[in-house]
């Protein structure tokens, strides 16, 4: 079968990335023909970093750190996620709009939508596209695969794309049970690829980077409280505290930030003591490779995604608040492992059942 995957792949960030490589292997393992629907919306697109003039002209005081040590790390990820795509995606040309896609839609079996926030207004700009509004062979079956919608707060327009997804759509499977509920009809919870997949998919990219102890920090929105609890439980188990964050707090507060590939960031959660995260994917490849971490609130609409996969593995526990510094504990990956394979089978299981 001809599958096509269609999703933020171009959005250079670890998650974006490492589900939609997760989802690809996966229909590979299957037998399947796979394709990225390698659709690259001006919105989306990650651009290559370039040195803001007139910014650093208004703000002095940031111009020397930027251009010595913040602009050098930055171009360098970037090259390294484009060297990832090149390396591990199975892409197909350029699509660049509506109108470029509906062209080849009609090459697959399959469209599988997500995984990702390909349902959050903020991020899709309402882009009709993530909804399956596609002209299309009445033979192409649409399915959703751990697609997600943020906080789930829709605008008038946003609620009336969603009542377009569940038409065109055979089946629905999102991330979120506050997205389920919403849209009620077809839908199943799974789990996200990155999680779905096998623990081989990841083994590849396990050999360290560093030798010495360390915490990872990593945060999908900027935090002011994560390097302060990171540094109190480096003291506790003595270790340096580290990052692959480009955030500004990064910078000033980590020892060490390092620019890493979708692989090397792997590499440094499955190597670390422990993770400190505000970061779904984070926390994500940290329960595949079984490694310690803490999961921080912000109560900014973002948390959601992280309490609801912690609620299926009874891990409420490691969520922080504000100003909490836990004592450092380590997790029984023993009972963690048995919740999770259930639902790896089960949300396997959407896939194949859908597929066929």
């Not at 596209?129 to 707060?153: M, Q």
């Not at 969603?162 to 849209?183: G, P, Q, T």
């Not at 990171?230 to 692959?244: E, G, R, S």
């Amino acid at each position: 079968m001809k599958i096509g995957i269609l999703t933020f792949h171009c959005s250079y960030n670890f998650g974006a990335v490492l589900q939609c490589y997760a989802l690809q292997e996966y229909l590979k393992s299957l037998g399947h023909d796979v394709k990225i629907l390698n659709y690259r919306p001006v919105y989306l697109t990650t651009k290559v970093p370039k040195i803001n003039f007139k910014y650093l002209v208004k703000h002095p005081l940031s111009a020397f750190s930027y251009i010595v040590r913040q602009y050098p790390l930055r171009k360098s990820r970037y090259a390294k996620f484009v060297e990832f795509e090149k390396q591990y995606y199975q892409l197909t040309k350029n699509l660049c709009t509506k109108d470029d896609i509906e062209e080849c839609v009609d090459e697959f079996d399959v469209i599988v939508f997500g995984s990702d926030q390909i349902w959050c207004e903020k991020f899709n700009k309402k882009d009709t596209v993530w909804y399956g509004n596609l002209r299309h062979n009445e033979n192409v079956k649409f399915i959703s695969y751990a697609a997600s919608a943020g906080d789930v707060i829709f605008s008038e327009i946003g609620e009336d794309l969603m009542k377009m997804a569940v038409e065109e759509f055979k089946a629905i499977s999102v991330r979120e049970k506050k997205l389920a509920d919403y849209i009620k009809e077809k839908t199943e919870i799974v789990l996200d690829p990155t999680l779905m997949v096998p623990y081989e998919v990841y083994e590849k990219w396990f050999n360290p980077i560093i030798n010495d102890r360390y915490i990872l920090v990593r945060q999908a929105r900027s935090d002011s409280y994560i390097y302060t609890l990171a540094k109190a439980i480096a003291k506790q188990i003595n270790a340096k505290v580290i990052t692959a964050d480009m955030h500004s707090n990064s910078f000033k507060d980590s020892e060490n930030v390092y620019s890493c590939s979708p692989s090397e960031f792997v590499a440094l959660v499955k190597n670390a003591q422990c993770l400190v995260s505000n970061s779904f994917h984070g926390i994500a490849i940290a329960l595949v490779t079984n490694v310690p971490f803490y999961a921080t609130r912000l109560y900014d609409g973002g948390d959601e995604r992280i309490l609801n996969l912690l609620e299926l593995l009874d891990l409420t526990d490691r969520v922080v608040e504000k100003g909490e510094k836990p004592k450092f504990e380590d997790i029984d990956y023993k009972s963690v492992t048995e919740k999770l394979d259930i639902l790896r089978q089960n949300s396997q299981q959407f896939l194949i059942k859908n597929l066929s």
